[in-house]
């Protein structure tokens, strides 16, 4: 049923306020910790993976990111302008939203489809999904990539709605019919958990597998989706809904990992004004073993106001209470009503420290106080208030990642393979936990960014058969050129989500070469003679925009001088122009490391007290670079995601955006037993804050060796089997290409020689290079170019998983007298940074790869 439009306007704007379940700062910083934060948050991957954006949840459009999106969509679920907040009440007893002065749709049903209201935008799940499909399959001669991030935006302006309302379901009134007058919980929320710094202060908790309920009682919602809400355990409807004739099972009996939020939140949690209303009035209550009378003593609550949980006999610690009190026999428990005037609920608030009742191992329930006349009194402090944030808002946080990696589960593994004469083959493979089932495939290619993006339509073709994790679907294509970027999309039925589920994979180009097809080069001069051996303060990213330094400022001595620009192509045409440099500014003492896909600056700068600092600068809206943010000390090598956060792996210091520098040793002796693991180094970071690290493994005492391992802080290690070197490049498609070590017969004797491998985390598949490297980069489509040295000779190399390994300099259009001697760095868009000598000067070079 939804929103009755007949409620009369007076009577809603006074429950407008009562209907809020956490602040709208709350609901934000709630939104941006489950998907950017929790550590088995899987957006940021599909993001980047399967759909081929750089830059993340932080992917821009009309001065917004896609994280943006979700936060507001999570803020406007609450707009009072349409009342949609009657609509965010789920009673998982009854399986009924709000009829308390008004009626509303449950928020299950809300969440999964609001479509036809006749004051508010639909943004429910079906809707959003419907959204997704254009985001990913527009196609056309005329389409842009600013139409499909449009589409993609308002996709995660729709899951900020959705999982507002599993948010809700985290705050025990929205769980009842209880149109909550005073909201003292979600005051006591707002005041300390407002902002996502304040979110990380709590654990996180793991995201949750419910029990799957029937599909029959889900109607034409999939169970998985109704379970996050309500797995049918607490109760089962026996009479149909409407008559309210449930069976009801006492939470007791139930394990809380195994219920909806729903459920949780209705079953162990009670707020100021709903305290034990299902206990009947003049109940005795007599303890085990001890022959007193303990009379409910518990104000009258009306039919509509009785909640069946918890109940006071669910609480541990009541019988030890009430031996241990002061009471007389035959006395009475009262319950403080939130508002309540009178010394009672004074004494309670500010008196000495409150007893406790917990209950189901989910921290206090309720606040317990003897008083003067020795009745026990009930109520709730910010004690309890502080127990219940701690209890629900981390499991807000799970259940919302859950929710969205649910919606972005439909994942496809996509291989192209030629087949000569502009044809060639695509291999899908299904990468989701749940099946492929009827539907629709699209084969689109995609060339080009911006306002020169392209999408074609190459194919469309049915499927009939059910495919499981891994089974794969050949097709052959006709009209294709070489390592073009294509995107497969499936939509139609993915286990039990029936016709509107959306399936995505990516197969990211890799530019072929041959005599007629190789990059062509670009002079940006000569390097500064200070630094014609610095390989580690240059920068290239997916922007094409290129960090360096400036050739104003070369006389400044190693290490107390230096100077940063970056250069910006803004006329298209990849040759260095007036106007399109800008320096990197704050003292002559700088020194510029990274840059990543924002434009932001990783570096160090020296300061007057004769320390180097982190130092990060932010473009402004003008494109130029002020004086740095500062963080703590440094030293070098660094590297910065797109995160903005910066890794010092000399220091092993994490310097994420906003906050103070991380030691990474103690975080890591804090999270791994010292006696199992010893840290020794972080060599890089991906997009979604994961570190590649060297890890000592121990056992009794003796060390079994280090290994290269991926840890994702507050989530564990991954660890790759393979021996730790001193390089180790992490990319954000679950590739790392490692500097391990490889025994190799010379001259009659076995070593054990340094040798790159590129490791794929899905697979656990190597790719052994058989060579070793000085310097090397990997970027998000499996290419890696890097440089080794023999002697005082440099070769460049570029390595891909179809071709192997190759000579650079056989792969470029070089003028006469130069060649190539070091990569620099490696782009998303197979542009390479290296440098070269050119009539004995050292140059910097900008690569492009072969026209597709």
Not at 522 to 537: E, H, I, L, R
Not at 791 to 804: I, M, V
Request: one cysteine or more.
């Amino acid at each position: 049923m939804k929103t009755s439009i007949k409620c009369l306007y007076l009577i809603a704007l006074m429950l407008a306020q009562s209907s809020r379940a956490y602040d709208i700062a709350t609901h934000r910083a709630l939104s941006n910790v489950a998907v950017r934060k929790h550590p088995e948050s899987k957006v940021a991957e599909v993001v980047i993976n399967q759909l081929g954006y750089e830059k993340g949840l932080l992917e821009e459009f009309n001065g917004t990111t896609l994280l943006a999106n979700l936060e507001q969509g999570a803020e406007d679920e609450d707009s009072y302008a349409v009342f949609r907040f009657f609509n965010h009440f789920y009673d998982p007893i009854f399986k009924s939203g709000l009829h308390d002065g008004g009626v509303g749709t449950d928020a299950l049903d809300w969440a999964w489809d609001n479509a036809g209201e006749v004051f508010n935008a639909d943004y429910g799940w079906k809707h959003t999904r419907a959204l997704y499909f254009s985001a990913v399959s527009l196609a056309g001669a005329n389409a842009t990539e600013d139409e499909a991030l449009d589409y993609l935006c308002e996709t995660f302006v729709g899951l900020g709605h959705c999982i507002h309302l599993i948010q809700d379901m985290a705050q025990p009134q929205h769980t009842r019919n209880d149109a909550h007058p005073v909201h003292p919980y979600e005051d006591f929320c707002r005041q300390h958990y407002g902002t996502p710094d304040q979110i990380l202060t709590l654990p996180f908790f793991p995201v949750p597998h419910p029990t799957i309920p029937s599909q029959s009682l889900c109607g034409d919602k999939p169970p998985e989706f109704v379970a996050f809400w309500d797995t049918f355990q607490l109760s089962v409807p026996t009479g149909g809904f409407l008559n309210r004739t449930v069976t009801v099972t006492s939470p007791l009996s139930l394990n809380p990992a195994t219920l909806g939020m729903a459920e949780i939140s209705n079953g162990y949690f009670v707020t100021d004004d709903t305290m034990f209303t299902g206990e009947l009035a003049g109940q005795v209550i007599v303890t085990d073993g001890v022959q007193k009378q303990y009379w409910i003593n518990f104000e009258t609550a009306d039919s509509t106001h009785t909640f069946p949980f918890p109940k006071l006999r669910q609480l541990s610690g009541l019988g030890t209470l009430l031996q241990a009190g002061n009471a007389a026999e035959n006395s009475a428990i009262r319950a403080i009503r939130s508002g309540e005037a009178g010394p009672l609920h004074s004494n309670l608030e500010t008196s000495g420290t409150p007893l406790a009742l917990r209950g189901a191992g989910l921290g206090i329930c309720s606040d317990v106080w003897y008083d003067d006349l020795g009745l026990l009194v009930l109520g709730l402090t910010d004690r309890a208030r502080l127990s219940h944030a701690t209890n629900l808002l981390p499991r807000a946080v799970a259940f919302s990642t859950g929710l969205v990696n649910y919606f972005f589960r439909g994942r496809l593994i996509v291989k192209y393979t030629s087949a000569g004469a502009g044809a060639g083959n695509i291999e899908v493979t299904n990468d989701s936990y749940d099946s492929i089932q009827s539907g629709t495939f699209y084969v689109i290619e995609r060339t080009g960014s911006g306002s020169t993006f392209q999408s074609r339509l190459l194919k469309t073709f049915s499927n009939s058969q059910t495919l499981q994790k891994g089974d794969k679907l050949l097709v052959a294509l006709s009209g294709v050129s070489r390592g073009e970027d294509l995107r497969v999309v499936f939509q139609g039925t993915l286990g039990t989500e029936i016709d509107i589920a959306v399936a995505v994979g990516r197969y990211c180009g890799i530019p072929q070469t041959d005599s007629s097809h190789l990059y062509t080069l670009v002079d940006f001069g000569v390097v500064p003679a200070s630094y014609t051996n610095d390989t580690a303060s240059w920068g290239l990213n997916i922007r094409n925009q290129i960090l360096g330094f400036h050739q104003s400022l070369s006389g400044f001595p190693v290490p107390t001088g230096g100077g940063g620009f970056v250069w910006t192509d803004l006329d298209g045409d990849c040759m260095p122009a007036s106007g399109e440099e800008q320096f990197v500014g704050g003292n002559p003492a700088t020194l510029v490391k990274d840059i990543n896909d924002l434009g932001v600056v990783a570096g160090t700068a020296y300061q007057p007290d004769g320390k180097v600092y982190l130092a990060k600068w932010k473009p402004m809206a003008n494109g130029q670079y002020d004086n740095p943010e500062l963080g703590g000390p440094a030293v070098g090598g660094l590297t910065i995601n797109n995160l903005n956060t910066i890794l010092d792996p000399i220091l092993g210091v994490l310097w994420e955006d906003g906050e103070t520098s991380t030691n990474l040793a103690f975080v890591f002796t804090n999270e791994f037993s010292p006696a199992s693991f010893r840290f020794e180094a972080a060599l890089d970071l991906d997009d979604r804050g994961r570190l590649l690290v060297r890890v000592t493994k121990l056992s009794n005492g003796q060390s079994l060796g280090s290994d290269f391992m991926i840890w994702t802080r507050g989530g564990g290690l991954k660890d790759t089997g393979l021996q730790g070197g001193a390089l180790g490049i992490l990319n954000n498609a679950g590739k790392a290409a490692l500097l391990t070590y490889k025994a190799k017969t010379v001259n009659g004797i076995t070593l054990n020689l340094p040798n790159v491998v590129i490791w794929d985390e899905s697979t656990g598949q190597i790719w052994d290079l058989d060579t070793s490297m000085s310097l090397f980069d990997l970027n998000d489509c499996g290419q890696l170019a890097g440089y080794s040295a023999a002697g005082s000779a440099n070769t460049p190399f570029l390595w891909d998983n179809q071709t192997g390994l190759r000579n650079l300099n056989t792969l470029v259009e070089l003028p006469p007298g130069i060649s190539l001697t070091h990569v620099l760095k490696l782009n998303c868009n197979g542009k390479i940074l290296a440098l070269g000598l050119n009539a004995g000067q050292r140059h910097v070079y900008l690569l492009s790869p072969p026209a597709q």
